[in-house]
């Protein structure tokens, strides 16, 4: 899902206690009937690595929060996401920052023993001419800050040596 529509949350520059009264309430509602559709899930936010960053991942925590949704917000720690950047510029994806996605799948790669991945392939078919639906990216405007041609060509790589499941068919 395309968060972007929700940066207007927390405009001002300086960090403070985040107001919700500053947000407006058809925002704050429609930020909640977005997520409502993943149930009790967790919303991964790079918080700490820029300050506006910052306060717009504290007031959708307290939204949540004070709307007691079943969604807990997860903050990465920012020495990690540097170290994940790192590692990927390394490899050849040479971005202002990596996807959230590709950020996850590298977790998930650390924590799992299986990877199984859909939605991240980048085109609208399959291998096999099958029409694509559904993309972690979807509905989400092209963004200069992430090489996501890069990142696929990693994801085929680690596909290709067994190390994660790129997936296309049905979902079961």
Request: with cysteine.
């Amino acid at each position: 899902m395309d968060f972007s529509r929700y940066n207007t949350f927390g405009k001002a520059k300086r960090i403070k206690k985040p107001d919700l009264r500053k947000s407006s309430k058809a925002l704050k509602g429609a930020f909640l009937r977005d997520l409502s559709a993943y149930g009790d899930s967790y919303l991964f936010i790079e918080a700490f690595l820029y300050e506006l960053s910052a306060k717009r991942a504290l007031l959708a925590q307290q939204v949540l929060l004070e709307s007691h949704a079943k969604n807990e917000v997860i903050f990465p720690h920012p020495d990690f996401v540097r170290s994940v950047h790192s590692y990927w510029t390394g490899r050849g994806v040479v971005a202002p920052r990596v996807s959230t996605g590709l950020l996850l799948v590298t977790a998930a790669t650390q924590m799992c023993e299986e990877v199984h991945l859909y939605g991240f392939w980048p085109f609208h078919s399959d291998r096999n001419n099958r029409r694509l639906t559904e993309h972690y990216f979807d509905n989400a405007l092209p963004s200069n800050s992430h090489k996501i041609d890069d990142e696929f060509k990693e994801l085929q790589r680690l596909h290709n040596t067994g190390v994660l499941r790129l997936t296309t068919s049905a979902c079961q």
